[in-house]
């Protein structure tokens, strides 16, 4: 059974520019969750889609979102970047309700 | 609101020692218990789960109790090897409108020298 999927693995961009990140859940999973790592705040949870709806989201700011798609994939997009923003984000699929989370090997932005 | 307090690193130790990284939390409810951990370059892997109080995770070597009592998770293992070096983070589910969220603790550091 293929694992979660996160493309990129690694982009580069510049202040002001958007980005948009990609997450392929394990088969059969329909919630997808996205984290943001960096050094300083450690794991933060942005947010949490389940068939296509936005059922939880964390405290950051609306430059960061996302969607969900019918196959359960799901893109997060972070517009007008800034250096803050640079991180390793995480996307985690989950089955059951059991709060398990299976998390992809990450998008590491850095934002110059 | 929900949290996790984990044991600030690095933890050094050498090849074949005891390990104990501690982790305990604040909660409403019965939140279920993980530890993860996190290779360099990689992304969290689920290292095992406690969903209720006294249920005793374990894998690889690795074992960790749910005590609802001292409201604790620490994670153990009899003789780590250089290949356990790697981040550790403890974590809780936090079940908000039928939502999971995860959430982690600071994590901790562990180097393991032959």
């Known amino acids: 059974k293929a694992g979660v999927t996160q493309t990129p693995r690694y982009l580069i961009k510049t202040r002001g520019q958007q980005v948009t990140l990609s997450c392929s859940p394990i088969?059969?999973?329909?919630?997808v969750s996205w984290y943001q790592q960096t050094p300083g705040q450690g794991l933060q949870f942005l947010f949490e889609y389940f068939s296509e709806t936005q059922r939880n989201k964390g405290n950051f700011p609306g430059r960061f979102s996302g969607r969900q798609f019918s196959n359960s994939r799901s893109e997060m997009n972070v517009s007008t970047l800034e250096l803050g923003d640079s991180a390793l984000y995480l996307c985690?699929?989950?089955?059951?309700?059991?709060?398990?989370?299976?998390f992809g090997e990450g998008s590491r932005l850095t934002v110059l | 609101g929900n949290s996790v307090t984990q044991m600030e690193g690095p933890v050094t130790l050498s090849e074949e020692a005891f390990l104990t990284i501690n982790c305990t939390y604040t909660a409403t409810g019965y939140p279920s218990l993980f530890w993860y951990v996190q290779y360099p370059g990689e992304g969290l892997q689920l290292l095992l789960k406690?969903?209720?109080?006294?249920d005793k995770g374990s894998n690889k070597g690795f074992e960790a109790t749910y005590r609802k009592e001292t409201t604790s998770f620490h994670l153990e293992k009899g003789s780590v090897q250089v290949s356990d070096s790697a981040v550790y983070f403890c974590?809780?589910?936090?079940?908000?409108?039928?939502?999971?969220?995860?959430?982690f603790g600071s994590g901790t550091r562990l180097l393991v020298r032959p």
């Open positions: 088969s059969g999973h329909r919630s």
């Open positions: 406690a969903t209720k109080a006294d």
């Open positions: 985690a699929s989950g089955g059951a309700n059991t709060g398990e989370l299976f």
């Open positions: 974590a809780l589910s936090d079940l908000v409108d039928s939502s999971y969220k995860l959430i």
